[in-house]
């Protein structure tokens, strides 16, 4: 397998960055025009860094009593992903008419992000995680995700490719950097980390809460944390990526270990040299605090 000559269904470039036939230019310029309301919450993340369990977590924050009934409605009509495939002008207007306030979901880069996003002062979660988790997480996800051409490579290939920036939606560094470049004072904008959710789940939902100005009983708190623990979302038919055509679970499970440090089952002491150098220069002086797990 040479993976020089590898790509995805669709692959092009938009601003240097590479997507693939998922988000295709028509697709990113709908994300760029989208109509917001003042009360949305935009969830955006790098892939793989625990965007799902937010898009849960702020879901049930803003609609936790409603959220039982509404059990059926499968995942892309709870939070969907604006930028999701050629564009549909239906399914547009369905996103658009889901209840309020409204959660999306995004993987633009920080310029890509829809105009009224500022102009309407609307809140977004960011998610940060560890990025050799975030690698490890990715390469199994490649390997069963036939839009991303089930990666037939190597742990190492695909390490070179992320570390190239080579993958969907670019480089690790350029993208959280960018993000924490444009908004790390931004009070409408509220960073989590991925490490800290493990750690801290009921205070993540409190800390989400607060940030949504939603003041939550405690016992519907816990239900929250009982709710988007690993083992229930894995389980429920509305969070879990039930019947998604193109994920092969048995290469991989979209829910996989959902764990902080698997990297150090998966790179090699001379990956992590290299990695801890290069992520030494790019981001060091960057101001956010990763937590590897070590
Ligand atoms: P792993 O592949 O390391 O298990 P995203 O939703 O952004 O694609 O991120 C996927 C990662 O989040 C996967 O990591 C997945 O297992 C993990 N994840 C999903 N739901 C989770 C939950 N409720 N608690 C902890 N981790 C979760």
Redesign the pocket.
């Known amino acids: 397998f040479d993976v020089k000559s590898f790509t995805i269904p669709g692959q092009y470039y938009l601003d240097g960055v590479l997507l693939g036939s998922y988000n295709p230019p028509d697709g990113m310029k709908a994300l760029r025009e989208f109509d917001l309301f003042e009360d949305d919450c935009i969830v955006a993340?790098y892939?793989?860094?625990?965007?799902?369990?937010t898009l849960?977590l702020v879901y049930l924050v803003l609609h936790h009593g409603t959220a039982y009934e509404r059990e059926n409605t499968a995942r892309d009509m709870r939070t969907p992903w604006i930028e999701w495939g050629p564009v549909d002008e239906e399914r547009l207007r369905n996103i658009s008419n889901i209840p309020r306030p409204r959660v999306f979901k995004t993987h633009a880069i920080a310029k890509h992000l829809p105009v009224q996003l500022r102009e309407k002062n609307v809140k977004m979660v960011f998610?940060f995680?560890n990025p050799k988790?975030v690698a490890?997480?990715y390469y199994?996800?490649y390997r069963m995700n036939a839009v991303l051409s089930r990666f037939p490579g190597t742990w190492s290939q695909f390490y070179e490719m992320f570390m190239a920036g080579n993958v969907a939606h670019g480089s690790w560094f350029d993208y959280v950097q960018e993000y924490w470049r444009e908004f790390k004072d931004d009070k409408n904008v509220l960073f989590l980390y991925?490490e800290d959710?493990?750690k801290d789940h009921a205070g993540s939902v409190r800390k989400i809460a607060n940030f949504l100005g939603r003041n939550l009983r405690d016992d519907v708190v816990e239900d929250i944390v009982k709710r988007?623990?690993?083992k229930?979302?894995?389980d429920n038919f509305a969070t879990r990526a039930h019947k998604i055509p193109f994920f092969d679970e048995n290469i991989s499970p979209?829910?996989?270990?959902?764990?902080v440090g698997?990297w150090k089952n998966h790179f090699t002491v001379r990956q992590n040299e290299d990695f801890d150098r290069v992520y030494a220069e790019k981001v060091a002086e960057s101001g956010f605090c990763i937590d590897f797990g070590e």
């Open positions: 993340a892939p793989k860094s625990g965007q799902t369990w849960e998610v995680r988790d490890v997480s199994h996800f991925y959710m493990v988007t623990s690993f229930t979302m894995k979209f829910f996989r270990k959902g764990n698997d």
